[in-house]
């Protein structure tokens, strides 16, 4: 049991590759980086016992972490959480509460008794002559809670705030100072099996899409192609850099997959956008025949590729395929952001996530998007403070990977 207020938070991000934690505290007025954690989930035992396959993993990443004297914040996956931002007319403090509850109702695709709700006012804007109060509202299923809680019991941990992690890339930009004003962001993560689009204008949270699409497609095609194991094709994807095109090596050309137009239909997102716990389907997830073909590529260990040796792949042209099925996705959402909702032109890019260093990906994605702007995010080069090598040297060499955990360590901070 706690008896004083803990001084440090720390934030426990639980992929599907991997755990990642960071601790924070404050040294001298302003946000430091104590500790930073990273434990791999063991892939076969996820197939036996999910549960303690994730929980061994996060006790692993909190072993060097004061985990008794800090406030844990723990996260929702984005595509398990419904996420809205309805606008409501001028009123009272006293009966915001009952206008979200009828908002809720008629936006979220649950029965209210069945998930958890919450809010957050984010602005007051101008429609004609009405100011009306724009407001992020939340809603997860019970069952998804527990299951999360359900990680952190077997860890032996207890969540003091639960939030989702597609808003924690919001916070770790704005903790980074990544948000300006008069300027519109895409926070863009890039997971295992998931990517997730954060859309910010002039500092604020404003969309967020998820789509089914991430670095495992990537891992396939390595493996597929250099006809190695899974394990062999996620090592060489994970250490590429500057050494995926050699200098004054020509680069294959990534084809170009034209985005589908948004159908009238998809413009309502609260009949279309119904996630459950099996399914997670939108408008924009990939299309059937581009799942179908990654279903034919080997999903786990074990050898790959059958017929006579051929000569190998540059690493680009490897990529090519599941690069521009991938960007695709991203464009598909930018295409509902600005032209659906009306929302001027993305001004920057950030890439988070595991795979955010390649020269590839950002190079297709600034010329696919039309973006001016497509920068890796590292914390590092941000006003925080940083512990020493030994603590944090894992933020130091792979730092887009950890901005979930920094954002939700930052809101624990903020909640202290």
Known sequence: MRF???????????????????????????????????????????????????????????????????????????????????????????????????????????????????????ETVTEGDEKMLRVLLVAAKHDVILSRVQIADAADIQYGILTVDSLALADAAECCELLRADESVALVDIGLTSASIHFTKDGISNFIRDVSWGAREFIQAIAKTRRCEYEQAEEILYQLGDEEAKPGEERPEVPSFEGEPVSEAEEDLGALETPTLSSFDSPLDPLEDELADMDRAPAGPGPVGLGPEAPEKDIGEVLSDSLGRLVSEIRRSFDYYEHQLYERPVDRLVLCGGVAHLNLLRETLVEELGVDSVEVADPTDSPLHFGGDSATGLVREHPAQYMVALGLASRGMADL
């Open 4 to 122: 004083t207020k803990p001084k440090k938070a720390i934030g426990v991000d639980i992929g599907t590759h991997s755990v990642k934690a960071m601790q924070m505290s404050h040294v001298r007025g302003r946000l430091s980086v104590d500790e930073v954690g990273y434990a791999l989930i063991d892939r076969n035992q996820v197939n036996v016992d999910p549960v303690e396959a994730q929980a061994e993993a996060v006790r692993e990443a909190l072993r060097h972490m004061q985990v008794g004297q800090s406030l844990i914040v723990g996260a929702l996956p984005g595509q398990t959480a419904v996420i809205r931002y309805p606008r409501l007319p001028d009123m009272p403090v006293s009966e915001i509460g009952e206008a979200i509850e009828a908002e809720a109702g008629q936006n979220i695709p649950y029965d209210l008794a069945d998930v958890f709700l919450d809010s957050y006012p984010l």
